[in-house]
């Protein structure tokens, strides 16, 4: 019935969808709980496109929506602090995100930030700004790099 309504009007049931929040969208996308969808800085997708989830800006964590979501900036970026879902597993983040540790002054954060499979690395550092360590598996392999991917202390 409701499809049926939702047709006769010129609509189709999929037209307007609105994204929970921290969710990846698309720009131009509906967003809930009082977000809108931007581009975000911290995420582990390749390249240089911009990402976006369905977020807001902030100055602390009090300000963003929703249960246990944190305020952060990334670090060496122009754009404002943003809200990231927190989480302890990927399995607490939506689809296309994972959940990664972040430092924020002393406190150790974990957000969920859009990811588009792990993180390839040579050392720590690669890793930045995520509080994780390269873990290499194939070192010392004739004929191979050592190559690695970025993992949280707790395997996340």
């Given at each position: 019935m409701t499809?049926?309504?939702?047709?006769?009007?010129?609509?189709?049931?999929d037209?307007?969808?609105v994204?929970?929040?921290?969710?990846?969208?698309?720009p131009g996308a509906s967003c809930g709980l009082g977000t809108r969808c931007a581009a975000v800085p911290l995420r582990l997708v390749p390249g240089d496109a911009a990402v976006s989830l369905c977020t807001a800006g902030c100055l602390e964590d009090r300000e963003c929506p929703g249960f246990?979501?944190?305020?952060?900036?990334?670090?060496?970026?122009?754009?404002g602090a943003q809200c990231y879902r927190g989480c302890t597993t990927s399995l607490d983040c939506r689809?296309?995100?994972?959940?990664h540790g972040l430092r924020r002054g002393v406190e150790r954060l974990t957000v969920c930030v859009p990811d588009n499979g792990q993180l390839r690395c040579g050392s720590d550092p690669d890793c930045a700004p995520f509080?994780?360590?390269c873990v290499i598996r194939?070192?010392?392999a004739p004929g191979r790099d050592a190559s690695g991917?970025?993992?949280s202390p707790d395997g996340g």
């Open positions: 499809a049926l309504l939702l047709t006769a009007l010129g609509c189709s049931p037209e307007d969808r994204r929970p929040s921290y969710d990846r969208c698309a246990d979501a944190r305020c952060l900036r990334a670090p060496a970026s122009d754009a689809d296309g995100t994972a959940c509080d994780e360590a194939d070192a010392g991917v970025c993992q």
